[in-house]
């Protein structure tokens, strides 16, 4: 079966400061795409990066990168210059091919003013 | 496009009712799913389907049904509601194949409380 670790329940950053959340995924598959989803205090589910498994380039979007390592099967979320609105639920998620997203249980991110 | 809708956004059933959460999307996507939302459990799937007339099981289906009779529309059915079916649920949608898939499209989320 197809898993995704996220072993931080809940982080903290000061505000301007840089903050990583870790993801682990476990899969059989050579070619899928690995997400990260933000989940405010609305609950819509946003999206905020993607990364291809075949692209060995770590995506980035804005403030936004991740650190890829697909031998290690390891998806970091880097967030630099953190602002209280990138307070929210974090999700990694993992699509496997044709099967449906598999996601981890969640990063709380707090940011202190 | 009014992208993935779902209604209710919050509903109180008593144990044993019955009731339909409905999802509809206007973007033509192929690929729907509902998950379920619980504290410290992440994003659960419950049912999806690739499209019209084709169901297939998640992770945790159990007291769940759901059909697709059309493109736009998978509602998902629970025909006994239990307590243990309190949760968040959403819907969501994405194109086919699996080269478009990688971007999913979620609905607003229906919160469900089962008494």
């Known amino acids: 079966a197809q898993t995704v670790t996220q072993s931080q329940p809940e982080m903290s950053v000061q505000e301007a400061e840089t903050v990583t959340l870790s993801c682990t995924y476990d899969?059989?598959?050579?070619?899928?795409?690995l997400f990260w989803y933000k989940q405010p205090p609305s609950r819509q589910m946003i999206l905020v990066i993607r990364?291809?498994?075949?692209?060995?380039q770590n995506a980035t979007e804005n403030r936004f990168s991740v650190n890829f390592q697909k031998a290690a099967k390891s998806f970091s979320l880097k967030i630099s210059d953190s602002q209280l609105g990138d307070a929210a639920m974090y999700f990694c998620?993992?699509?496997?091919?044709?099967?449906?997203?598999?996601f981890g249980k969640g990063t709380r991110l707090s940011v202190i003013a | 496009n009014a992208g993935v809708t779902q209604t209710p956004k919050f509903q109180v059933l008593k144990t044993g009712q019955s009731m339909t959460l409905q999802c509809a999307q206007d973007?033509?996507?192929?690929?729907m799913s509902w998950y379920r939302q619980d504290p410290g459990m992440g994003l659960r799937l419950i049912h999806y389907?690739?499209?019209?007339?084709?169901?297939d099981q998640g992770e945790v289906p159990n007291g769940y049904n759901v059909s697709r009779s059309t493109t736009e529309d998978f509602p998902l059915r629970l025909l006994s509601a239990a307590p243990s079916q309190t949760s968040v649920y959403f819907c969501?949608?994405?194109?086919?194949?699996?080269?478009?898939?990688?971007?999913?499209?979620f609905g607003p989320g229906t919160r469900l409380l089962v008494l």
């Open positions: 969501a949608s994405s194109p086919l194949p699996s080269g478009d898939q990688e971007t999913q499209y």
């Open positions: 899969t059989s598959e050579s070619d899928y795409y």
């Open positions: 990364q291809e498994a075949y692209k060995q």
């Open positions: 998620a993992h699509l496997p091919g044709n099967t449906p997203l598999v």
């Open positions: 973007m033509n996507h192929e690929y």
């Open positions: 389907s690739v499209g019209a007339g084709i169901t």
